[in-house]
């Protein structure tokens, strides 16, 4: 299977299925001297792991993980890094049924066209379990971006048609609530909301909200190597997400370019933007404003309803999926979101260090 490699400095390969002994992830390029243990990336997929709320999964995983390579002493070695995950709640008795047919949203068939053969226990590959990889590949790039000054922050932004308001916005609710929303009015809302969809047996979308903060003008490739085309590709690369936006996205197809437009101004010598309808993004280029993205994610397609589908022998059948299923895949995407952004963030940044004579020179010069 091509595909589990993320990344040109900063490269991140996961491995591993949802019901498989274990998942993991192996990560080259990470710089040597950066101090690292599991207490670092632990808190991570602390916030990732199934079973914590009412509108989680009730599969308990510990998600411990456990650094087998690249950390000496506490500190990267600057070789490969390589994180492993075990599993330890698999009921793949669950999924024994799903193996003679195709449940509909999921990557089932697909799998079964695209390799004539698929690993029906939880998805395999394709389960949302492959994203713990990823999320303790983030907390690395997140710690070095950190060491740079640049900070990420995402959030749930909806779920269904419950959005928050930023007037009420604190950023200590997005650890605190079940839904990770940073309004307290509407997480009591959406859990209101989500609680009907349960007692409907059905499920529910939602948007997921990130901010970069303290990335300096000039990171991103023009051309096909845009800074926003390389995130909307990470964001896009999670199972469940079906658009991304960046700044005001969808609303800037309505608007003028004398309303999109964002004025320069300079205040003692400092080049800023008095608006950020771009998002922090110019031509594939960050422009030093905070880059706003925005992910929007489909519904659980585990439901408990009756749905109709097709089995292996071309029948058509009416199926009702059993099993351990989120009625909401957002709270527990939001840090994804978050370890994506940090991946191709700090990528853009090392990449970008060869992007000027002067940065070469003033590097390598003899003193």
Same mark, same amino acid.
């Given at each position: ?10 490269? *991140? ?11 993991? +992830? ?28 009412? !509108? ?81 590949? $983030? ?20 779920? @269904?048609? !419950? ?27 959406? %859990? ?39 995130? =909307?590709?990470?964001?896009?690369? *999670?199972?469940?997400?079906?658009? !991304?936006? *960046? ?31 771009? @998002? ?29 589908? !097709? ?11 059993? $099993? ?5 895949? +957002?709270?527990? =995407? ?5 370890? %994506?952004? =940090?991946?191709?963030?700090?990528? =853009? ?19």
């Amino acid at each position: 299977m091509a595909g589990s490699t993320f990344g040109t400095i900063f490269k *991140i390969t996961t491995w591993g299925e949802s019901h498989g002994k274990a998942l993991g +992830v192996v990560i080259d390029g990470c710089p040597a001297g950066l101090p690292l243990t599991e207490e670092d990336i632990q808190p991570y997929l602390n916030r990732r792991k199934p079973g914590q709320s009412a !509108v989680s999964t009730p599969r308990k995983e510990s998600d411990q993980v456990e650094i087998l390579s690249g950390v000496f002493e506490g500190r990267t070695t600057g070789t490969p890094i390589s994180l492993m995950i075990p599993n330890t709640s698999q009921k793949s008795s669950d999924y024994s049924e799903i193996a003679s047919y195709y449940r509909p949203g999921h990557a089932d068939y697909t799998y079964d066209s695209k390799y004539g053969f698929r690993d029906y226990r939880g998805g395999g590959r394709s389960s949302g379990r492959e994203t713990a990889g990823r999320v303790a590949a $983030g907390a690395i790039a997140a710690k070095l971006l950190k060491e740079m000054g640049i900070t990420i922050t995402a959030y749930t932004r909806s779920i @269904g048609p !419950v959005t928050i308001d930023m007037v009420r916005y604190d950023s200590r609710l997005i650890s605190s609530t079940a839904t990770c929303m940073p309004d307290a009015q509407a997480d009591e809302q959406a %859990m209101a909301y989500l609680k009907k969809c349960m007692a409907d047996k059905d499920s529910c979308g939602g948007v997921v909200e990130c901010i970069i903060e303290g990335l300096p003008s000039g990171v991103g490739d023009p051309v096909f190597e845009k800074l926003d085309a390389n995130l =909307a590709k990470a964001i896009m690369s *999670i199972g469940a997400v079906k658009a !991304v936006e *960046i700044g005001d996205g969808f609303e800037a197809a309505k608007s003028r370019g004398s309303e999109n437009n964002d004025p320069f101004r300079c205040s003692d010598g400092k080049i800023y933007k008095s608006s950020n309808h771009a @998002g922090g993004i110019l031509g594939g280029i960050s422009d030093g404003s905070s880059v706003i993205l925005r992910a929007h994610i489909k519904p659980t397609p585990s439901i408990f309803l009756s749905q109709e589908t !097709v089995n292996k022998d071309n029948e058509n059948i009416n199926i009702a999926i059993k $099993g351990r299923h989120d009625p909401v895949i +957002v709270p527990r =995407a939001v840090v994804v979101i978050e370890a %994506m952004t =940090a991946l191709t963030v700090l990528d =853009a940044c090392m990449l970008n260090m060869t992007a000027r004579l002067d940065y070469l020179t003033d590097f390598y010069r003899t003193k």
